[in-house]
């Protein structure tokens, strides 16, 4: 283990007890808002040990958290469950019946649940900040910005959502491991991470476009090499091969991404259009509820939905038109003003990564990042840092992520869309801190102390000084980029477990 993953995973660590504590103590002291939200009845008595974990760790069940925990406990009863991916739930189920099963004496299901979401995310947090540094590493080929990445993504925006019961933290650990893998050209396991990470998330298939690139962008260099080092039929047999590899690597690879994806929806479809589970089968309680909410469950004895009949029946789109009224530009409304601006700084890093790309690298931008000469130079000695070649695809994957959230989604949720699924808010970040921090170059502070490293006498490397940490005591006199950075950061670290630990409305 490196220095730098050590320095990564303390902080990490760190910041993950951390969370838990504050969600703790703002659960305590602010009372929980009565609002419209998913709130199943109990159908289970508490054990010895249930209030007290409620007590600790009740902050981590809302919002959309009591639907992941409703689904590993009782399976996927009413039809807008099947918003939420089930590789999460079957985690925490797994969690409950096997490392927390001692418990059983002591916690209901409900409890362990909540205990594997709390141990659960803590430790997916870690692995994706570990493949985060490692992804930042290979692509910008800069260690001090590889590393003061991965300590901002620490303290990320999104960080309730990392430590709640949500997938977060999951999808995050599969896509930027899978990206890490891909990058090293082990294709087939990159293929089989991001297709577990489509099991967790829908939008695991916009890595489908990782997938199509990166092997293409070999594929070139392969033909570029083959034109200069090879001749006559030889020369066409090494083209034709290296095409037909690119599509069946192509081919493959988008079948076993989205796979979980189609095989979801196939089971909602079963599930509701030629159900075989009758109403008598269904808890009172829970049924109850399905009646006074008018939430759909599934009956043999019941007409089938209308969306059934559709050409193609897709569960989650009509989920997602239903119940959360998603669509094109449906939540551009004077009232949403508020959440617009919620997620306008986060916005504003996707927007200020794409542009200075773009004119770093107006000419590549053009090509869609495809150099006509020196076909190597891309792969084996790119420029390091933000602008170098191989950012071009992840700004361009950002992008996407930020026009499609902004324009079809509930936008408030752009912050842990984004920060879940791309390491580019973290890169222009750090790149930005970097360009801008007096305080972050030793050659213009006279303050030893506030160096990404230190040295002893005789020039040997200690472990790293944590940026981030070194920075803090400095905030006041930081320049006003790094005051506007950190200052998002970590008041949106904070103030996301005080208010959605408490039932108030977030991102």
Not at 315 to 332: A, E, M, P, T
Not at 372 to 400: C, I, M, Q, W
Not at 472 to 499: D, E, M, N, R
Request: with cysteine; hydrophobic share 50%; charged share 15%.
């Amino acid at each position: 283990m490196t220095m730098d993953v050590r320095a990564v995973l303390e902080f990490a660590t760190v910041t993950r007890g951390l969370s838990l504590f504050l969600q703790a103590v703002f659960n305590a002291v602010i009372p929980d808002h009565d609002a419209d939200a998913f709130r199943p009845p109990r159908t289970e008595e508490p054990l010895y040990l249930d209030s007290a974990v409620e007590w600790l760790l009740g902050g981590l069940s809302h919002w959309d958290a009591e639907h992941f925990l409703f689904i590993a406990e009782r399976g996927y009863l009413y039809e807008h469950n099947f918003a939420f991916f089930p590789l999460f739930p079957v985690i925490l189920r797994g969690l409950a019946e096997t490392l927390l099963w001692p418990l059983s004496s002591w916690l209901s299901v409900r409890g362990r649940l909540l205990v594997a979401a709390a141990l659960g995310n803590s430790a997916l947090f870690l692995l994706s900040v570990v493949a985060l540094y490692a992804l930042s590493r290979i692509v910008l080929q800069d260690r001090r910005l590889a590393l003061l990445s991965s300590l901002l993504y620490c303290i990320t925006p999104a960080n309730v959502f990392m430590t709640a019961g949500y997938s977060e933290s999951l999808f995050a650990a599969l896509t930027f491991g899978g990206l890490f893998l891909l990058e090293k050209g082990f294709t087939f396991r990159a293929c089989l991470a991001l297709s577990i990470a489509t099991a967790a998330r829908s939008n695991g298939l916009v890595n489908i476009g990782f997938l199509l690139y990166l092997p293409s962008l070999h594929a070139i260099s392969q033909i570029r090499v083959y034109r200069t080092t090879t001749k006559g039929h030889s020369k066409v047999f090494h083209y034709i091969w290296a095409i037909i590899r690119l599509l069946l690597t192509s081919l493959l690879g988008t079948a076993i991404i989205a796979l979980p994806f189609f095989a979801f929806q196939y089971y909602g479809y079963r599930t509701f259009c030629t159900p075989s589970v009758s109403l008598e089968r269904i808890p009172p309680a829970l049924l109850s509820l399905a009646e006074l909410k008018g939430y759909r469950v599934p009956d043999e004895n019941g007409p089938p939905p209308l969306w059934c009949m559709r050409p193609l029946p897709l569960l989650y789109s009509h989920i997602q038109d239903v119940y959360w009224d998603v669509g094109f530009l449906r939540y551009f409304e004077l009232k949403q003003i508020p959440n617009f601006i919620l997620a306008l700084p986060m916005a504003t890093l996707g927007i200020m990564a794409a542009y200075a790309y773009f004119q770093a690298n107006p000419e590549l931008c053009l090509r869609l990042g495809l150099w006509e000469t020196d076909a190597n130079k891309r792969f084996d000695k790119p420029t390091p840092g933000l602008f170098n070649p191989r950012v071009f695809v992840y700004v361009v994957h950002s992008t996407v992520l930020l026009v499609f959230g902004t324009l079809c989604m509930h936008v408030q949720v752009l912050t842990r869309f984004m920060a879940s699924s791309s390491p580019v808010p973290f890169w222009i970040s750090a790149h930005l801190l970097l360009l801008n921090e007096p305080l972050l170059h030793r050659r213009k502070t006279s303050n030893p102390n506030v160096q990404l490293q230190t040295h002893s006498r005789n020039g040997c490397k200690h472990t790293p000084q944590n940026p981030i940490i070194a920075l803090l005591p400095h905030f006041k006199t930081c320049s006003p980029t790094t005051q506007s950075i950190l200052g998002y950061f970590l008041s949106y670290w904070v103030l996301g477990l005080a208010l959605h630990c408490n039932f108030l409305p977030w991102t």
